[in-house]
């Protein structure tokens, strides 16, 4: 077994179907595969190990060096948990020579690598971070390549005279941008059309978003088909999809959605 602490869950699970059906059927208080499932089915299995071992554990699952309170996702990675070897393996007893019955349940972490890419997604925080991710430490991730001044231009994009598109920042396919437009530390997504003396920086802009004349994006997520009409001003806002911002508002920490039809 190894213990590790350094290590950050992606909250992605995989499940045998008749395996969480038994433990729902069995604990019906169960609400949580986190906080609930995962440390029970964890407990059973360490408690099955230690009375393997000859060492008895409570029937509420607590032991002297194991307590409910310090509850760790533990696990040994296997990296070929579904070949024949590894169920041979599960097959024996502790001392890797005598058969003993196989167990119910077992409970294995995948651990990435560094070089691949795992992050989880669950703040407008995390999705801005990740966009950005794509045009830093995820590069390798899209089939896009990096220009000399290390951004991502789609070959289909259209830039304006005198407009700036920094380093770290992507520009998608079909997008358009007037003049003197500058964009730093930005991603835009496919079929954009932004106007001219347009900012954007440290944002996220997806697919068919419309910007007028003169806006100015710091700090926001703009869903897609969003309008933004002339001289519209968001710092730090999130607008949800389809919403259309009123020419010349000022917007700040502010989430802009259209409103639901009762």
């Known amino acids: 077994m190894e213990i590790r602490a350094d290590l950050m869950d992606a909250h992605m699970y995989a499940f045998k179907r008749a395996v969480l059906q038994e433990v729902l059927n069995k604990k019906e208080t169960f609400l ?3 906080r609930d499932v995962l440390p029970y089915l964890v407990r059973n299995q360490l408690r099955s190990e230690l009375s393997q071992n000859g060492v008895l554990a409570e029937e509420n699952g607590h032991h002297k ?3 409910e309170s310090s509850t760790v996702m533990l696990s040994q ?3 070929n948990a579904s070949t024949q070897s590894f169920h041979e393996l599960y097959a024996l007893g502790p ?3 005598a058969p003993s019955p196989r167990k119910t349940h077992k409970c294995c972490v995948y651990i990435a690598s560094k070089s691949n890419y795992c ?3 669950n703040s407008i925080q995390a999705f801005s971070d990740i966009n950005r991710d794509v045009i830093g430490d995820a590069s390798h991730l899209s089939d896009y390549s990096f220009s000399p001044q290390n951004n991502i231009i789609h070959p289909t994009a ?3 005279s005198k407009t700036t598109v920094g380093p770290h920042c992507m520009l998608g396919e079909g997008s358009q941008m007037g003049d003197k437009c500058s964009v730093k530390k930005s991603v835009i997504g496919r079929h954009c059309r932004i106007g001219s003396n347009v900012k954007v920086v440290n944002s996220v802009i997806m697919d068919h978003v419309t910007i007028g004349d ?3 994006i710091q700090g926001s997520v703009i869903c897609s ?3 933004l009409q002339e001289r519209a001003v968001l710092k730090d806002c999130q607008v949800g999809a389809g919403y259309v911002v009123s020419a010349g508002s000022e917007h700040k920490g502010e989430s802009l959605a259209k409103k639901e039809k009762q």
């Open 214 to 216: 003169g806006c100015s």
């Open 158 to 160: 259209v830039l304006g």
């Open 32 to 34: 949580s595969l986190r």
């Open 65 to 67: 060096d194991f307590s």
């Open 95 to 97: 001392d890797g020579s």
């Open 225 to 227: 088909n969003v309008q």
């Open 77 to 79: 990675l296997l990296t």
């Open 119 to 121: 992050v989880r997604l």
